[in-house]
């Protein structure tokens, strides 16, 4: 019997193990596997190992239809006996186990065949199944460095997403709790409400082709983001006359009856099944991708944001509310009213939880952060090392 071959992790399991750990784990055990393959003669071993495995597909091959006493299974162990003998006498004299070979064949040099016959050949072969075992081991650890680096590079991304957490956190560490952020956020709430009031208006009044060209408008300003109409929706709204009625309109004509629904338009089927179908798009287009979020963002995102929105916030609503928007972005530049110590303060009124505090306080957050870097620093120096493919 071979010698089975036994790899470093055979006795830890991933769940063990940090995506560093598995990685160095992997590569030790490809070493390991690639060593084992020279000590016995590197490329001799892949010599006898295809050996082996072309003996061992044979007899697999023939073990169903060679034995038995039948006319066929006469003529397919002819056919097995001359093809083993092929091999076999092919094989160099040096081949690595040659003499598993010549057993082999020994075992099934006969007239007849049963099951057993071929069982004591594999038992003869077994002394060169070590060299196909050597190569196994190699493959399966070369697939194992593979997967241990795709693990690793995940976990470097995943790092990112922590370090950016902890770096975020501190800084909101720094902020001034205590700070009036009602001065802030008044102003916010009192746009949004204004802004939510006057889009229920031009709902109630905008023909619902007027409605949509805002909205389509809108897909070239990343802070503007309406969902952009189902196309043959939009294409019905543009091209069909009962564009011209508002939204609320168009919903309510699509519950009438056909009947009573054929004074109103010219295709009452035309409208249910362009309309009916599409209640929930259409409630949903109003005024909350024209407001403020609070917290707010940074000062030159929320001038972003105003920039963008402006224009389509001055055609659904009057100068008083743009008026108030240019307020807003005036908070953002105005050094008196000291926006940034706001708005972090606002950040980390909302995102700080309790525990998130309390670990700040403690120092908690700050070794995090440097242990994540560290071990972000440890995964791209491994995964710089070129590994076998």
């Known amino acids: ?163 950016a957490d902890r770096e975020r956190l501190l800084e909101l560490a720094t902020a001034d709790l205590d700070a009036p952020v009602e001065a802030l956020r008044e102003p916010i709430e009192a746009y949004n409400d204004a802004i939510e009031t006057a889009f229920e208006e031009f709902r109630l009044e905008a023909s619902a082709r007027e409605v949509f060209s805002l909205v389509e408008r809108s897909r070239w300003y990343p802070f503007v983001p309406y969902e952009q109409p189902p196309t043959e929706l939009a294409d019905y709204v543009q091209d069909d006359p009962a564009g011209e009625y508002t939204i609320p309109e168009l919903l309510e004509y699509a519950n009438y009856s056909h009947s009573k629904l054929s004074h109103y338009v010219e295709s009452a089927d035309e409208l249910k099944r362009r309309v009916a179908t599409q209640q929930t798009y259409l409630d949903g287009i109003d005024a909350e991708p024209l407001t403020i979020s609070w917290p707010p963002g940074e000062a030159g995102v929320l001038r ?11 055609r659904v609503a009057d100068e008083d509310v743009v008026a108030q928007l240019r307020s807003l972005r005036r908070l953002t530049t105005d050094p008196e009213f000291d926006y940034d110590r706001l708005q972090t303060a606002a950040q980390a009124v909302v995102q700080l939880t309790p525990d998130e505090r309390e670990r700040l306080a403690d120092g908690q957050i700050a070794d995090e952060l440097e242990a994540l870097r560290d071990e972000r620093e440890a995964l791209e120096d491994a995964l710089e090392v070129d590994d076998p493919v």
């Not at 007849?112 to 081991?137: G, I, K, M, V, W």
């Not at 972003?304 to 001055?314: H, N, Q, S, W, Y």
């Open 1 to 163: 019997m071979s010698e089975r071959v036994h790899h470093p992790d055979a006795d830890a399991t991933a769940d063990d193990q940090t995506p560093l750990e598995t990685l160095e784990r992997a590569r030790e055990r490809f070493e390991q596997a690639e060593s084992r393959v020279e000590a016995h003669g590197g490329g001799a071993v892949t010599d006898a190992a295809e050996a082996y495995r072309n003996a061992t597909e044979l007899l697999e091959s023939y073990v169903d239809r060679a034995t038995g006493t039948g006319r066929e299974n006469f003529k397919a162990y002819v056919e097995l006996e001359g093809k083993f003998d092929s091999l076999v006498t092919n094989l160099p004299d040096d081949l690595k186990g040659r003499e598993a070979f010549d057993d082999a064949l020994e075992a099934i040099d006969k007239r007849r065949l049963s099951e057993s016959d071929f069982e004591r050949a594999h038992d003869a072969l077994e002394p060169a199944a070590q060299y196909a075992e050597l190569l196994d081991e190699r493959e399966t650890a070369r697939e194992a460095v593979a997967n241990a680096r795709t693990a690793a590079a995940k976990r470097r991304r995943e790092l990112d997403d922590e370090i």
């Open 304 to 314: 972003r944001k105003i920039r963008e929105i402006r224009p389509f916030v001055a």
